[in-house]
């Protein structure tokens, strides 16, 4: 905010109960004001010359393509936007995807509304710094040359989901119960920087952590 001028907002989001809950959040104490909603990149497009935003809240998936798109073309039109890409992927590609593109912040669906509005803060006072609440890790784990270090159990569940078996399945394997497995392959995703369990794999996969038969 600028004296007592709000800051300009605008939200992009295919889900409207999402944008009526972020617009609530941001409106509530005056700081924000926001100027327009959008649930498509067309209709963004449309909105940003209409109604030309201090920030930008943007989704990265939308019905017509991917925000980190828009957030590369904003960034090169406007060094000095607030760019906050909002996800429900929590993966090391969508945190650099935002940030190879040029966005302001990285936040989750999940997080605080205080959260979200805190990257607005951020994005304001430096776009052009990137923001993420996982940026160190992500960061490690990207230059690390060595890759993860897994657990010996973590290898287990590895291999195992390699192979094609699921939670259940895996539990009645190691003789563990099911919470566990879920919490190993959970732990899994974290270090390899993975959303689901294709990309783990994947991922596993570039890494020599596993081979294309499956065990590593």
Not at 158 to 170: S, T
């Amino acid at each position: 905010m600028t004296g007592d001028t709000p800051t300009s907002v605008i939200l992009i989001d295919d889900h409207e109960l999402i944008r009526q809950g972020l617009r609530r959040s941001f409106e509530r104490g005056g700081e924000f004001t926001v100027v327009a909603e959008a649930g498509s990149l067309a209709e963004a497009r449309k909105e940003l010359v209409q109604n030309p935003p201090q920030v930008v809240i943007v989704d990265i998936r939308l019905p017509d393509g991917s925000g980190l798109d828009l957030v590369k073309e904003l960034r090169g039109n406007n060094p000095a936007m607030g760019i906050v890409v909002l996800s429900m992927y929590s993966g090391d590609e969508y945190l650099f995807g935002a940030l190879d593109n040029g966005a302001s912040a990285f936040i989750s669906k999940s997080a605080p509304a205080d959260d979200v509005m805190a990257a607005a803060r951020h994005s304001v006072a430096m776009p052009g710094s990137f923001s993420a609440p996982d940026l160190a890790e992500a960061m490690q784990r990207r230059l690390r040359p060595s890759g993860p270090q897994l657990t010996p159990r973590e290898r287990e569940v590895l291999n195992l989901l390699a192979d094609g078996l699921g939670v259940a399945e895996i539990s009645k394997e190691l003789y563990i119960s099911q919470s566990t497995t879920k919490s190993h392959v959970s732990k899994l995703y974290e270090k390899l920087g993975a959303a689901n369990r294709a990309q783990a794999l994947m991922t596993a996969l570039n890494m020599g952590l596993i081979t294309s038969e499956g065990r590593g």
